[in-house]
Antibody, heavy 120, light 110 residues
Framework: QVQVVQSGAEVKKPGASVKVSCKAS????????MHWVRQAPGQGLEWMGW????????KYAQKFQGWVTMTREKSINTAYMEVSRVTSDDTAVYYC?????????????WGQGTVVTVSS | SYELTQPPSVSVSPGQTARITCSGD??????TSWYQQKPGQAPVMVIY???ERPSGIPERFSGASLGTTVTLTISGVQAEDEGDYYC?????????????FGGGTKLTVL
């Protein structure tokens, strides 16, 4: 079945980097944009940006420009999202979400989420 | 900054109709989607393109758009519908954020 499966929980110290993976299966990875969305504890959803798995092109929400990097590895159908220089404000659940093929920026398949905890 | 506004909470009894609004001024008109999120789970799309239902979503979920407000309606609410609901707009004009989520509405089934 169509699904995206994310990597496991991470605990990081302030100033470190964290990289989350999102492995796609059941569909052609390069045919669908992949987005990243985060949710701080008790808060709402926050869009971070997208990657085009085919070209590797990216676009980041203004807030995340310069310290979030999205990449992909086509050979293993996996997208990655890396946050550098993390602070306690980056403690959140991070989701990858597949964009629908025919509807601009609508997300039909979501990963299970990756909990990232930043603590000294 | 541009925002999508949702009521923080809506409460209904089982079998009644729940309506959750999402407003922006103006509301980007490329596409609006709705997501349901239950505690500890990932969001699930329930409406896209303002009023279309994905496969597998019950018919009691419907969406509509009027002016600067979009509305998610759940007819004949069931206990399993309890959760948080988020609207999401999409805009490719560059005038508004490309993707924006509303603050979310907690639906309580009494």
């Amino acid at each position: 079945q169509v699904q995206v499966v994310q990597s496991g929980a991470e605990v990081k110290k302030p100033g470190a980097s964290v990289k989350v993976s999102c492995k796609a299966s059941g569909y052609t990875f390069t045919d669908y944009y992949m987005h990243w969305v985060r949710q701080a504890p008790g808060q709402g959803l926050e869009w971070m940006g997208w990657i085009n798995p085919n070209s590797g092109g990216t676009k980041y929400a203004q807030k995340f420009q310069g310290w979030v990097t999205m990449t992909r590895e086509k050979s293993i159908n996996t997208a990655y999202m890396e946050v550098s220089r993390v602070t306690s404000d980056d403690t959140a659940v991070y989701y990858c979400a597949r964009e629908m093929a025919t509807v601009f920026r609508a997300f039909d398949i979501w990963g299970q989420g990756t909990v990232v905890t930043v603590s000294s | 900054s541009y925002e999508l506004t949702q009521p923080p909470s809506v409460s209904v009894s089982p079998g009644q109709t729940a309506r959750i609004t999402c407003s922006g001024d103006p509301l980007p008109k490329k596409s609006t989607s709705w997501y349901q999120q239950k505690p500890g789970q990932a969001p699930v799309m329930v409406i896209y393109k303002d009023s279309e239902r994905p496969s597998g979503i019950p018919e009691r979920f419907s969406g509509a758009s009027l002016g600067t407000t979009v509305t998610l309606t759940i007819s004949g609410v069931q206990a399993e519908d309890e959760g948080d609901y988020y609207c999401q707009s999409a805009d490719r004009s560059g005038t508004y954020p490309e993707v924006l989520f509303g603050g979310g509405t907690k639906l309580t089934v009494l």
